[in-house]
């Protein structure tokens, strides 16, 4: 029977099902989409004894590192943590190290809405878990930290590049030096003392390091201020920039093997979907560990120490668990675990002497649950849920499929099906991701499509070329199309959806954030035909404005990087901002934007306003000071999802006209 003769058969066979197993889902509380995690990010300490954690201050929007014993976790003790490192407002830890058994490293962010990705300040600092000896060790702050008076000259951008094994105090700290663009450093820093010395440098800005077991620099890769992909290893006293005949079009080097001989590495030779390899540090002896001809390899998943992965997953699709290793404990430990528990089981990490492991589960309908095994008895016990107030039995199945675009290159699409509703001619949801280069929508669970799911309305996202998770070719098709062949693989994935009878053809609006924002009004203006109404926020409507308004502009790379994704051609940019075009909407639109938005100024959403109004098309407005990119504070997200669901109903709701 085709897939297809079988889901037209499924309006009859539910005829026979129980009233109560096909009747819509009890409506969730708009507040249990508003709320934000309490805990995240956890990291096991080096001894197994403390769990360091990331906690997020709901009420107020600040956050902190928490030190907690893993026992008065486990006795669900969680008043009272042994440290807590709080941050200055919008700040907060964005990967916390351990570099000792009792002494730790933060790499500081700053997030200024719910939907930016936290965004590094290149500073570090360092604790000890009962708060005590904290240090400013990198950062553009010169005046923080013990050793304030030589750190002047600290005015740039430092990232972890690595630790040794088995941790000693020390990490290995790249950096950046604001002012001047020509150079990349690599240090190794005593995060007890503060000191560092130099261990690689190399006259190219923004290059990632790949430290060896002798304490050396031994790649340099990335994209540089051209927003090109370059490749360096070290031969001797010097960098010898290795061409694309060797790495391919991509090549990101992981680690060594525990025998330092060969290198894990992420690679792509014409590129297509990254590709798991080992090989020598020459480049000789390649062996595939992990490939898919869809997707790329990604979640890699790793043994104690000494580190070597033993499976991945794809980037696409269901993830599907690829190993490479099954003779690994490790390896047979996770197999055993993925048996027990519905979900992606992922290695976090382990004790250093590999006897206490942190692992979490999460799925299209599971946000996040933590967990801790004992691996000499291989008793397991759960830590923290992420969203608590979540509960997976009532969340909406995702469904990854494919289809063709109209040029007929093969897409994905994921579909959020509504719980307890026929999967035919359903009101539906195009909701495109942000980014857009880089970025994709995936399985695992997604806020806004479960709150959307459980109001009754089918979504549909699709990962149109420029997305992550296919490779650098996949990436770059979208460069300079973001009007066009981006929109049009969007509106393509609606048709394919009303085709396949998903979607009532009659009820289909457009919501979107950040580029999704912008996406909401160019489908619309693209095909008007298609939708009854579209929903921008913290929306980009003006592309010429992106080079003079917004944090994106405002440095050589950004400026790099706008240059290659969307042009400086001003008759181009016009011909595909919405603010240019708003006289071809003739859809109700809902803006929404926050006033004090760093990435998608709120200049954006006045440019619209603006337009629209200048054009007589019907609109409604939202907005909020102190508010970034997105919604931060629940009150306001609460009115968010309100707004939003009174807006679709309206227009694509049971009642609405068709």
Not at 589 to 616: C, N, S, T, W, Y
């Amino acid at each position: 029977m085709s897939y297809r003769v079988a889901r037209a058969l499924l309006p009859v066979l539910s005829l026979l099902l129980p009233t109560a197993a096909i009747a819509a889902a009890d409506l969730i509380p708009v507040e249990d989409f508003a709320r934000h995690a309490q805990l995240s990010m956890p990291r096991l300490s080096p001894s197994g004894e403390y769990l360091a954690v990331r906690m997020d201050d709901n009420a107020n929007g600040d956050h902190a590192l928490a030190v907690y014993r893993v026992s008065d976790m486990l006795a669900s003790n969680m008043e009272r943590p042994l440290m807590m490192l709080r941050l200055p407002k919008y700040e907060l830890p964005v990967n916390t190290i351990w570099v000792s058994p009792t002494r730790l490293i933060v790499e500081k962010g700053k997030q200024f809405g719910s939907i930016d990705i936290p965004m590094y300040t290149g500073e570090i600092v360092a604790t000890d878990i009962d708060g005590k000896n904290q240090d400013y060790l990198y950062g553009y702050d010169g005046t923080a930290g013990k050793r304030a008076g030589t750190r002047a000259r600290d005015r740039g951008f430092g990232s972890v590049a690595g630790l040794p094994e088995p941790t000693n105090d020390h990490f290995y700290l790249g950096v950046h030096l604001w002012g001047n663009d020509q150079s990349s450093s690599l240090y190794d820093v005593d995060a007890t003392k503060n000191t560092r010395h130099l261990i690689g440098d190399i006259g190219v800005a923004r290059m990632r390091f790949m430290v060896g077991a002798d304490g050396q620099a031994h790649y340099a890769y990335g994209e540089n201020n051209d927003y090109d992909y370059v490749v360096y290893h070290r031969e001797g006293n010097a960098w010898a920039k290795l061409d694309t005949r060797h790495t391919g079009k991509t090549f990101a080097p992981i680690s060594f093997t525990p025998d330092h001989q060969r290198i894990y590495a992420l690679q792509s030779d014409a590129g297509g979907p990254s590709t798991l390899i080992e090989q020598d540090e020459q480049g000789g002896q390649r062996r595939t560990l992990a490939k898919d001809d869809f997707g790329s390899i990604s979640h890699l998943q790793w043994t104690p120490l000494p580190l070597q992965p033993f499976a991945a997953t794809t980037a696409t699709g269901l993830p599907k668990l690829i190993y490479f290793d099954t003779n690994q404990p490790a390896a047979k430990l996770h197999m055993a675990l993925s048996q027990k528990f519905p979900g992606l089981v992922s290695f976090i990490n382990y004790s250093e002497d590999g006897k206490q492991l942190l692992f979490s589960v999460s799925s299209d309908r599971e946000p996040g649950t933590y967990y801790l095994i004992d691996t000499t008895h291989f008793k397991v016990s759960k830590l923290f849920a992420g969203a608590p107030w979540i509960d997976p039995a009532k969340m909406a199945e995702r469904r990854p499929l494919r289809f063709k675009a109209s040029d007929g290159l093969e897409l994905e699409a994921i579909l959020t099906l509504p719980p307890g509703r026929n999967e035919s001619n359903l009101p539906m949801v195009l909701l495109p991701h942000g980014g857009p280069h880089g970025i994709e929508d995936n399985w695992f669970y997604d806020n806004d499509a479960q709150f959307l799911a459980n109001r009754g309305y089918l979504v549909l996202q699709v990962n149109y070329r420029g997305s992550g998770g296919r490779g650098g070719n996949f990436k770059e098709a979208g460069y300079l199309k973001w009007g066009t062949r981006v929109q049009q693989d969007l509106i393509d994935g609606v048709k394919w959806a009303i085709s396949e009878n998903y979607a009532d053809p009659k009820r289909i609006c457009v919501f979107g954030a950040s580029f999704g924002g912008y996406s909401a009004m160019m489908t619309t203006i693209r095909a008007p035909e298609l939708f009854k109404c579209a929903v921008g926020y913290a929306g980009i409507y003006d592309l010429a404005m992106m080079y003079k308004k917004g944090d994106i502009g405002d440095n050589k790379f950004g400026r790099s990087y706008l240059n290659t994704v969307i042009g400086k051609d001003d008759a181009d940019l016009a011909a595909n901002s919405p603010v240019k075009l708003a006289d071809k909407i003739n859809i109700p639109v809902l803006l929404i934007h926050g006033e004090d938005d760093q990435r998608a100024p709120f200049a954006q959403a006045k440019a619209m306003r603006a337009a629209l109004e200048a054009a007589h098309k019907p609109y409604e407005w939202l907005s909020k000071p102190g508010e970034g990119h997105g919604f931060y504070d629940e009150k306001n997200n609460v009115e968010f999802f309100n707004t939003l669901q009174t807006f679709l109903a309206k227009h694509i709701g049971e009642g609405a006209s068709r």
